[in-house]
């Protein structure tokens, strides 16, 4: 079974400038959460999508934002760019409640 | 405000020795605990996870210490490898109250030396 993909890989964007981030999960799986990876802050939960709803939200500005497909594919938006936003952020997915599969993330770069 | 505190920061252990990380939590509503290794440029992959309702899961070299009274709970790697040299994460969630939302302790940098 193919794990958890996402796209792109790396990003380099400026600041004020917006970016969308997908994430394919595991086939099967409805759950899909978001996290920023960074130095300072360690590993903090953006949200989690199941069925296409947003199910939890973690302490993030409204400049992030997300959205999951009926296939359960889902994306991640963040508009006017902020240095502080350079991070690795991850995709995990998951059958319901249960164990979580990480991807390989998407490392962006704010400049 | 942390909810997962994990310790050590960084731990070197000699190869065939035992890396015990510690982590201790203040929500008693959580209800899943489970550990990750991360490698550089990689994304967190799970190695074991444990409920409330048992005190050790064993898997492997790799047991999950779980004492429910102290809200404490450890990972000890057994036979440490060099292959083993990576971060582990320590997290925990409240499956019961809805939702996958992972809380995580800051990490520990392992490095086994031959």
């Known amino acids: 079974k193919a794990g958890v993909t996402q796209t792109p890989r790396y990003l380099i964007k400026t600041r004020g400038q917006q970016v969308t981030l997908s994430c394919s999960p595991i086939?099967?799986?409805?759950?899909v959460s978001w996290y920023q990876q960074t130095p300072g802050q360690g590993l903090q939960f953006l949200f989690e999508?199941?069925?296409?709803?947003?199910?939890n939200k973690g302490n993030f500005p409204g400049r992030f934002s997300g959205r999951q497909f009926s296939n359960s594919r889902s994306e991640m938006n963040v508009s006017t760019l902020e240095l502080g936003d350079s991070a690795l952020y991850l995709c995990?997915?998951?059958?319901?409640?249960?164990?979580?599969?990480f991807g390989p993330g998407t490392r962006l770069t704010v400049l | 405000q942390q909810q997962v505190k994990q310790s050590p920061q960084s731990l070197i252990v000699q190869k065939g020795g035992i890396s015990i990380i510690n982590c201790a939590y203040e929500n008693t509503a959580f209800d899943y605990f489970p550990w990750y290794q991360q490698f550089p440029g990689k994304g967190p992959a799970l190695l074991i996870a444990?409920?409330?309702?048992?005190s050790e899961k064993k898997e492997g070299r790799f047991t999950i210490s779980f004492n429910k009274s102290a809200k404490q709970f450890s990972l000890h790697i057994m036979d440490s490898q060099p292959g083993d040299s990576a971060t582990y994460f320590c997290a925990a969630s409240n499956l019961g109250g809805g939702g996958n939302k992972l809380t995580f302790g800051t990490g520990t940098q392992l490095k086994v030396e031959l």
């Open positions: 995990a997915s998951s059958l319901a409640r249960n164990e979580q599969f």
């Open positions: 999508y199941f069925s296409e709803t947003q199910r």
């Open positions: 086939s099967g799986h409805r759950s």
């Open positions: 444990i409920r409330p309702d048992v």
